[in-house]
């Protein structure tokens, strides 16, 4: 059998929505329905989910389709009613185009129950590369975080390698990086601890990114801090960081 249908992710379709909307408009209602379900950076408002996507990211689930086809399938689709959209004037939300769907319009088709925000978390977690650890000690951290974004920063995180008990942690940038010192750092090294099985004695914050790979901060077992480029608002205090 070729090797493109034995690896290659298979796309979703409801014989339903191609029957009644045709299957450019079948394809984008389920990857739009998919997104609300599980993508990380869905956020409810007043009881309704909503995702941004550019036409771009459409286009990389739905490669087969041009951006002029989708742009015009989805500008149809809200003509319809049958997808929302919106432009969140708040400054919480990101600058781009924000979707839904108008689950009223489908009256006579069954719409499973979205997921909740902890179930997109995970599934988003399971769908990523990421050490297979890094989902267990997510689960504990999350419970202390009720802001969307700070658990996002969380998902974007990974366990880069276990050396003897050092744990190397990355994150996308300082400000990341910053915030994990500030607010999560000793619930995120329990969790370490507690999923590894072992007390661990230095966590090291590594910025893996194109001009920073490497930068990290770290932290022995009993507290005392030792950043290798100093974030600006760590302070000292009798020669022991903060």
């Known amino acids: 059998m070729h ?7 298979s796309l ?6 191609a029957q009644e909307h045709g299957v450019k408009w079948a394809l984008i209602l389920q990857h739009l329905k998919d997104c609300l379900d599980t993508d990380a950076q869905a956020v409810q408002v007043e009881g309704q989910v909503w995702i941004r996507k550019a036409y771009e ?20 689709l ?25 689950l009223n319009y489908f009256d006579g088709i069954q719409i499973t129950p979205r997921k909740s925000q902890e179930d997109r978390y995970k599934t988003w977690l399971e769908n990523e590369e990421k050490h297979p650890l890094w989902g267990e000690v997510c689960k504990s951290v999350f419970e202390q975080l009720e802001d969307a974004t700070e658990k996002k920063w969380l998902c974007d995180m990974d366990i880069v390698s276990l050396t003897g008990s050092s744990v190397h942690v990355s994150v996308p940038n300082h400000i990341v990086k910053n915030w994990v010192i500030r607010k999560i750092y000793d619930p995120l090294f329990q969790s370490l601890e507690a999923t590894l099985g072992y007390p661990i004695e ?12 490497g930068d990290s901060f770290s932290s022995n077992r009993e507290g005392e801090t030792r950043p290798t480029s100093s974030p600006s608002h760590i302070k000292k205090s009798n020669g022991v960081s903060a």
């Open 78 to 102: 809200e003509e319809k009613n049958i997808i929302l959209s919106s432009r969140m004037k708040n400054r919480k939300f990101a600058q781009g185009k924000w979707y839904t769907i108008n």
């Open 3 to 9: 090797r493109l249908i034995i690896n290659e992710a």
């Open 57 to 76: 990211e459409w286009q990389e689930k739905l490669p087969f389709l041009s951006i002029e086809t989708i742009k015009r399938s989805i500008n149809s």
């Open 12 to 17: 979703d379709l409801l014989p339903t929505l």
């Open 202 to 213: 230095k966590l090291h914050l590594e910025i893996h990114s194109p001009d920073n790979f």
